[in-house]
């Protein structure tokens, strides 16, 4: 019998690779960079599953031509590259990865806010450029981040788990999300509020919401206007649930202390983007699950989700 094709669209923990092989022809696309379209178009024509990253759009023009297709899985816990639905109505199951990469990307936004809160890139950058001349009472001063106030939007999983650490640092924590959440408010004390009451009232605010249609341009030039002066913002969601120009605006005008940013609108950011020249942005190339741990994990997840249907089974983390 002819096996099915897994196409996976990076290199990737070679243990997942190992897994599809006992029971597929897999295509790996080793190069440390995306596929280009064109190539993903061609190869998704003969592939029973794909194994994909975020940085490949599966959408409508992939589907018409990806005949065979009958999954794909997202070596991501974000979805918003995939058009889910289109994929449903063709009856091609999408899978995600979650959980495996909570922690990590709970710790990263949580060293964005401390990075940026107490600029660390800016006194490193001091201190190797020979700037350091003599201890001040003033010198590269930031924000406190113990017992202040921290505000999530989006109160998932890794919503959660920045409230834990927020707990360590004997931080209250506001949140906003569309459906309550019990058991964190009972375990961090998290409180919700409405999304304006957040701004106002938190010394630091973390994004972590899904990029969906209701998020995306989430935070305006309205909603950088309610956050203090001494606030940092952090944003390890998706570049698309933030209006750039304005968070340019509240950062350079001092209408917030600081921003930390793992992910951007259009990535790569360029240099040259408007928002890295200023001095109080901390700026990551989307690393939220980038731990060796985390990333194995995602790419054994996927690659099981993969295995499973094959077998002729369900799907571990189906969306
Ligand atoms: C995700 O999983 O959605 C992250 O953004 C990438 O690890």
């Given at each position: 019998m002819k096996k099915p094709k897994v196409l996976i669209t990076r290199k990737i923990a070679s243990e997942a690779v190992d897994l599809l092989q006992q029971t597929a022809e897999v295509e790996v696309w080793e190069e440390d960079r995306p596929m280009p379209r064109d190539v993903f178009l061609a190869k998704a024509e003969e592939a029973t599953a794909i194994l994909s990253m975020l940085t490949e759009k599966v959408d409508e023009e992939v589907l018409a031509r990806a005949k065979q297709l009958r999954m794909v899985a997202n070596m991501a816990v974000g979805y918003d590259n995939i058009d889910v639905s289109a994929c449903k109505k063709r009856g091609i199951i999408v899978t995600n990865t979650p959980d495996v990469l909570t922690e990590a990307t709970a710790d990263l936004a949580f060293a964005l806010l401390l990075a940026a809160a107490r600029r660390i890139p800016e006194a490193n950058r001091f201190v190797l450029e020979g700037k350091w001349t003599s201890w001040s009472p003033t010198l590269l001063a930031g924000q406190s981040v113990y017992q202040t106030t921290l505000g999530i939007i989006g109160m998932g999983r890794i919503g959660e788990a920045v409230a834990m650490r927020a707990k360590g640092f004997a931080m209250n924590i506001l949140y906003h999300n569309r459906s309550r959440k019990q058991e964190a408010e009972e375990q961090t004390g998290a409180v919700w509020v409405e999304l304006d009451t957040l701004l106002r009232e938190s010394d630091h605010v973390v994004l972590l919401t899904p990029l969906t249609a209701e998020t995306r341009l989430l935070m305006g030039e309205r909603e950088f206007a309610r956050m203090k002066q001494t606030s940092v913002f952090v944003n390890v969601s998706r570049g698309g649930t933030v209006d750039e120009q304005a968070l340019y605006r509240?950062?350079?005008?001092?209408?917030?202390?600081?921003?930390?940013?793992?992910?951007?609108?259009?990535?790569?950011?360029?240099?040259?983007?408007?928002?890295?020249?200023?001095?109080?942005?901390?700026?990551?190339?989307h690393i939220g699950s980038a731990t060796i741990q985390a990333r194995t994990e995602m790419a054994r997840l996927a690659a099981a989700n993969i295995a499973s249907v094959l077998a002729g089974g369900e799907p571990l983390t189906a969306l």
């Open positions: 509240a950062l350079a005008e001092k209408q917030i202390w600081a921003a930390g940013l793992d992910v951007f609108q259009e990535e790569p950011v360029s240099p040259n983007h408007p928002l890295l020249q200023l001095p109080n942005v901390v700026a990551l190339p």
